[in-house]
């Protein structure tokens, strides 16, 4: 069964430390995975997409076939970074997402 | 063009009463998505459609959930006899087409915040 899984409900950082959100799937195939982010229970927004192998606001994820992972990174992490972050897996035309994992960014 | 929108952006139900929750796709988007987001919770799929058409509802409940998208109009989401466990924010996405080539495969809508007293 498709699946993503997000171990962590919360992450709690001080401001310039890295940041490593984490994120397994399960699924039998070539997978097309996503970051969004949820800032203040406002819409969700793309952050980026494995496919395109972009750094967006200074995150970076990377696809992991053997580890079946796909985590999102930041070297350097800033307040504004404090959202909750989701990860999802585009299977049978819908987007499956994981339980989030909420983004604290302490000064 | 203006996004998925989706109305009302807040509603209060007592217990036992109907919610009609409202989405109107992007121009140009077929296909609509409803997500429930439950407090503390992931995203949760509950029903995919296209136009008069539902694609999966493996998602939804099987009582008092239904959901509609018709050739005119926007999508519906309906909740017969609301109870508490039902308070949550319900998310409703549109899509160009299925499996589209594009960066972003849902837009998202701001969502409806529904709380049953």
Redesign the interface.
């Known amino acids: 069964a498709q699946r993503v899984t997000?171990p962590e409900?919360l992450l709690s950082v001080f401001k310039g430390a890295p940041v490593e959100l984490k994120c397994n799937y399960s699924y039998s195939g070539s997978p097309?995975l996503?970051w969004y982010v949820q800032y203040s229970?406002?819409?969700?927004?793309?952050l980026l997409?494995h496919i395109?192998r972009e750094s967006i606001k200074g995150f970076t994820a990377d696809l992991n076939k053997g580890e079946t992972s796909f985590h999102l990174k930041k070297p350097f992490a800033q307040e504004e970074d404090s959202a909750m972050y989701?990860c999802a897996l585009?299977s049978?035309?819908?987007?499956?997402?994981?339980?989030?994992t909420r983004l604290l960014v302490r000064p | 063009n203006a996004g998925?929108m989706q109305n009302p952006r807040h509603l209060v139900r007592r217990r036992g009463q109907e919610a009609r929750l409202r989405c109107s796709p992007m121009k140009g988007h077929s296909?609509v998505?409803w997500?429930r987001q439950l407090p503390?919770?992931?995203?949760?799929?509950m029903v995919?459609l296209q136009k008069e058409n539902i694609?999966?509802e493996s998602g939804m409940p099987k009582e008092r959930f239904s959901a509609e998208f018709p050739k005119e109009g926007p999508s519906i989401l309906r909740i017969q006899q609301v109870v508490r466990g039902d308070s949550a924010?319900y998310?409703c996405?549109s899509s160009q087409r299925?499996?589209a080539a594009t960066?972003?495969?849902?837009f998202?809508?701001?969502?409806t915040?529904l709380s049953v007293l």
């Open positions: 997000q409900k097309e996503f229970r406002q819409r969700l927004q793309l997409r395109s989701y585009y049978s035309y819908k987007l499956i997402f994981g339980s989030g | 998925v296909h998505y997500y503390e919770e992931g995203l949760k799929f995919y694609i999966d924010a998310f996405a299925q499996g960066n972003e495969k849902l998202f809508g701001s969502g915040q």
